[in-house]
Structures are given as C-alpha cells and as structure tokens.
C-alpha cells in the first residue's frame, strides 16, 4: 500500500487557528501521501485573520480554508480517517462523534494562540510559535514508516509525539 493517500483530520475547539494551520502545513509537506482536514468541535465560523495572515507570509495555499463543524467528518458521505488529531486540549476532553472505519487517534495539544493578549508583535509571535511546533510534529509525524509499523504500535508512536514538549 506505499501509493496509499492517508487521511487526516485534526480537531480543535473553534477550528480557527492551530487545526487550520495543522491542515494546511500537512497538506502542503505531505502532498503526495497524505489529505489533511481540519474541523472544531464548536467552530468558530471563521478563520482567524492572524493564522492567514501568518500562513500567508510562508506562502501556504490558503485556497478553500473555512471554520467548520466535526460532524461533517462523521457523515456516512466523508472522507474515511486514517488518523484524527486533537491540537488543543479542550476538544480532546470532549465526546467525539462515532469516526467511521476506526482510525487511529492522538492528542497533540499546542497552546492557543488567539488567548495571547498584549500588542500585535506578541500575538503574531506566538501564532509563529504554534505553526512552527505545529509544522515540527508533522515533520516527526510524516518520517514514520506508517507502511511498516503496525496499528498498536503506530497509535503509541503518535501518542508519544503528543507528549513531546516543542522548543
């Protein structure tokens, strides 16, 4: 199965900020093995202007990103997940929907960026910060020999990289 396009899904609360970001770093570094989706258990309905604007500047694609609800990703009509991701620490303590086709599941939690208060400078900074650990954990994530290593072994790896603490 080395030709086998993953699918994966990355939750946050709001889904507009370090899950849109997850998205479109994954798609961006991992084209040609991976289809990254990104969803909020209670979205927001926008994206946040500082994750564009901060994606932008490292001209990701940023073609087709909208704020939208997990629920689309649990219809019988979706995409089937290989891999769901949380990216903050609120929707990994929620009850999630029932996923379709058992995919494997971790929790990579990375603080919030839209709760940083103070100038512009220190928001845009730690928006940087959250794609820069954010790109990081994909990197580790996309260097696993998925083909090769098996389910439960696999879910451990990527639990492990959740509880990594990122420079």
């Known amino acids: 199965m080395e030709n086998k396009i993953y699918n994966v ?14 998205e479109v770093i994954m798609n961006h570094l991992g084209r040609e093995r991976f289809k990254a989706y990104s969803a909020g258990s209670h979205p927001r309905g ?7 604007e901060v994606l932008s ?32 620490d609120q929707a990994a303590g929620e009850a999630c929907p029932a996923w379709p086709g058992q995919p494997i599941t971790a929790h990579w939690g990375f603080a919030d960026p839209t709760k940083i208060e103070g ?33 439960m072994s696999l879910q451990t790896k990527l639990r492990e990289l959740g509880q990594q603490r990122d420079a």
């Open 57 to 88: 500047e490292q001209c990701y694609d940023l073609g087709g990103l909208r704020s939208k609800s997990w629920t689309e990703f649990a219809e019988p009509d979706a995409p089937q997940m290989d891999f769901i991701m949380t990216v903050c």
């Open 119 to 151: 100038n512009r400078e220190k928001q845009l900074k730690a928006f940087s910060n959250a794609q820069f650990q954010i790109a990081n954990r994909i990197r580790l994530f996309m260097s696993l020999p998925i083909e090769k290593i098996d389910r």
């Open 9 to 22: 899904l990355f939750i946050c609360t709001g889904n507009s900020a370090r899950s849109i970001k997850a």
């Open 46 to 52: 926008e994206v946040h202007p500082m994750t564009l």
